[in-house]
Each structure stands twice: as C-alpha cells, then as structure tokens.
C-alpha cells in the first residue's frame, strides 16, 4: 500500500556529498520549510535528526546546479536540507543499519530508521515482497539490531503490518506469526540502550481506533515508545494528531509520531478512491521535521516517507521507492 523503500548502500557518502550535506546543514537544518502554497512554515530549533548528505534529494541538488537550473535546485534543496527516513534494504541489514547510525552519531544526531521487511508485505500490491518467513525475518531484524548497536536510533516499525491484518488482505493463516514477529521485534530494539521504537498505527482516513488498538497491543506497543499515525499518507496534521490522540486513550496513553512529509495540502479527494495514496498529485511538503510539536502526546513531526519517492506504478510513476524528481518537484511547487 504504501509503495516506498529502497535505501541505497550505507555509508556510501563521497566528498563532493560530504561538502554539500554540510552546506545542507548549516542553511537548512534549523529553518522552516514551505507548507501548501508556498507559505513559510514556523523556523524551528536545531532539530536533533540526521541530514543524509548523500541521499536522493541532495543529488539532484547537485545534478540540477550542475546543469544550471538553480530555481530547480533550490526548490530540491527544501527536501534535502531536512531529515528523512532512512528504509533499511532486505540484502545488508546490519551494514546498513551500522552506516546511518555511525554518520548520525558522528554529527551528534539521531538516525531515523524505517523497518518494512515483514513477510507477506503488502498484500502483493506495489511495494509487495518483505523476508521469506519467519526465520528469515528474525535473522533480518538481529543484523539491524548489531547493526544499531548503542548509538541513537529512532525505528518506525513495519508500515501497513497491522492494517493489513485488521483489514483482512492478510491471510488468517498468517495472524499469529505476524503478531509474534512484531511484538519480537519491539522486544528486540526496545532492548537496545539508545533506541526508540514506534509502531505503525495507521492513519486519520483509515479507520476508527476501536479497530486498530487491540491489534496494536498485540503487536507490542506497551513495551514501545509508542506508535507512529499517517506514514507515507497526507491527512493533515490536525487531523494526524487527533486521530492518534483518541487512539493513545486507548493504549495507555502512548505517544506518538506522525509523518508530515507530503501532507502540505490533505489528501487527494478526486480519482479513484482506492489509489488516492499513490502519487497524488497537487500535494505538498508538510511541516517540518522537529520534535517542537504542540501537543503533548505527540514526540515529533517526522519526515518517514521519503519526498520525490514514488508510491509505486501508478499514475505515470516508476517502481515503489524509485526517486521521482518531477514528482518531488510538484511537492515543492508554489501553489
């Protein structure tokens, strides 16, 4: 459902990389962004959250000033310049884990991890795959815990797990293993001295939170940080914020994240219902990343999906996880 992941190599961070994360840093790291229209969002603190220098945005940054197309750059340069997600690939868990976190902690940040590996992922839609069973996904997890070891990690835990088992698309077959997985999972990183982890609860447009919070005990969350609401979704901030507000009620009084990175201008209301999520278009940048947040059940504002990655092959995009420019270039359009 989701359609987003694919992070490249860890620690693959050249000089020319380098130069720009640290120009990306001082300019853009303690600033405001753009919400709907072109509208300066409130500047905030120094925000405690890894910049990837050498993530998909700040190389096009690089690619557009090279060509010359400054206006292009700058407007990139607004996804760049703020910290993002980081989506751990099936192939080197622990290496990959190990380069975010070891980059994050060499600037005195915080990596942002999201794990989405589940087996049976996505129901077969466009980002569908995840490890091949049980044990494979237990082996997965164990590299990504090495791979963090002490130093500081927020992980966003399998986006669309628990829908998928709420909504049914998910086989009845598969109930028990997925919920031992996920509850194993917490355990596993919970444990770990400076993690926190935050599982998937959906979203505003979703559902109601009675169909979603004994499922989400299940799953784990007491023993969570808590939950994240509206991941890779543009429902807006208020509404995130109050939907995940009416389900902490029921889970204890749980904080929790929420994803602004695309929901600038809402969700898309046109087209067909059951492909809204995927690569609308019109939307944009949300608030910006900061754990200054206004409400006090709410830990952070945080950018999980990745701007400018498609959401999979739907209306003229490419594959789940590719980077998209055109795409990240309409999320930065002054409306």
């Not at 990596?111 to 091949?132: E, M, T």
């Not at 998910?170 to 993690?195: H, I, M, S």
């Not at 830990?299 to 594959?319: F, H, N, Q, T, V």
Request: aromatic letters at 8%; charged letters at 25%.
């Amino acid at each position: 459902m989701y359609g987003k992941w694919g992070a490249g190599p860890a620690g693959r961070v050249g000089v020319s990389a380098v130069l720009l994360g640290a120009a990306l840093l001082a300019a853009g790291c303690s600033s405001g962004s753009e919400g709907a229209g072109g509208t300066p969002l409130p500047r905030r603190p120094a925000f405690a959250y890894w910049v990837n220098p050498d993530g998909n945005a700040a190389r096009q940054v690089a690619a557009y000033e090279k060509a010359g197309r400054k206006a292009e750059a700058e407007r990139i340069r607004r996804i760049a310049e703020q910290p993002v997600g980081e989506w751990i690939g099936p192939e080197n868990p622990e290496g990959e884990a190990r380069g975010f976190t070891e980059a994050a902690a060499k600037s005195g940040r915080r990596a942002l991890l999201v794990l989405y590996n589940i087996p049976h992922r996505d129901c077969g839609q466009y980002s569908r795959g995840g490890a091949a069973d049980g044990a494979a996904y237990r082996t997965w997890l164990a590299g990504v815990a090495r791979g963090i070891g002490d130093r500081p990690a927020t992980v966003i835990l399998e986006p669309d797990a628990l829908l998928h088992l709420v909504d049914g698309c998910t086989p009845e077959k598969f109930r028990e293993e997925r919920y031992d997985l996920l509850a194993g999972a917490v355990t596993t990183l919970a444990a770990l001295k400076n993690t926190k982890v935050y599982l998937d609860a959906g979203n505003a447009g979703w559902g109601h939170p009675d169909q979603i919070f004994e499922p989400l005990k299940s799953a784990g969350v007491e023993d969570a940080d808590g939950f994240a609401v509206n991941v890779s979704n543009f429902y807006s901030t208020p509404d995130s914020v109050a939907y995940g507000e009416r389900l902490a009620a029921k889970v204890g009084g749980k904080h929790f994240v929420v994803d602004t990175s695309r929901n600038g201008n809402g969700p898309y209301t046109q087209g067909d219902p059951g492909e809204r999520w995927c690569n609308p278009p019109g939307r944009a940048l949300g608030e910006t990343p900061t754990t200054n947040t206004s409400a006090p059940l709410v830990d952070a504002y945080l950018w999980i999906k990745r701007p400018g990655e498609s959401d999979g092959e739907c209306k003229g995009g490419p594959k789940a996880g590719a980077w998209w420019p055109e795409y990240a270039l309409d999320l930065t359009a002054d409306r």
